[in-house]
Nanobody, 129 residues
Framework: QVQLVESGGGLVQAGDSLRLSCAAS????????MAWFRQVPEKEREFVAA????????YYADSLKGRFTISREFAKNTVFLQMNDLKPEDTTVYYC??????????????????????WGQGTQVVVSS
């Protein structure tokens, strides 16, 4: 069993920064990609950012590019999401996801929820104005 455990959420003011962490544990699996999604009220989870584990190549939602940065640390099996200049509209639950794909991804696959095999329980971010 693979577990993804997010941490780092909390209550901040507009303009502040937060760094979310997601640690993968449990059964060893070959991580092809890891990503962050967030829950949009009354909508499906939306893509935030993804990283190809082996190469570190990153992908971002256009609307968040420049404010959010995804990174990973091999030794700790952890992926991070650095969020800067937070806005009230960033308030929601953020989810970590991982894929153990053996076939690889097309570029478009990084952005799809269905591409990921494992999900964390989510961490709440609240940004006050």
């Amino acid at each position: 069993q693979v577990q993804l455990v997010e941490s780092g959420g909390g209550l901040v003011q507009a303009g502040d920064s937060l760094r979310l962490s997601c640690a993968a544990s449990g059964r060893t699996f070959d991580k092809y990609a890891m990503a962050w999604f967030r829950q949009v009220p009354e909508k499906e989870r939306e893509f935030v950012a993804a990283i190809r584990w082996s190469t570190g190549i990153t992908y971002y939602a256009d609307s968040l590019k420049g404010r959010f940065t995804i990174s990973r640390e091999f030794a700790k099996n952890t992926v991070f999401l650095q969020m800067n200049d937070l806005k009230p509209e960033d308030t929601t639950v953020y989810y970590c996801a991982a894929s153990n794909s053996r076939r690889g991804f097309r570029t478009s696959d990084y952005f799809r929820r269905s591409s990921y095999d494992y999900w964390g329980q989510g961490t709440q971010v609240v940004v006050s104005s």
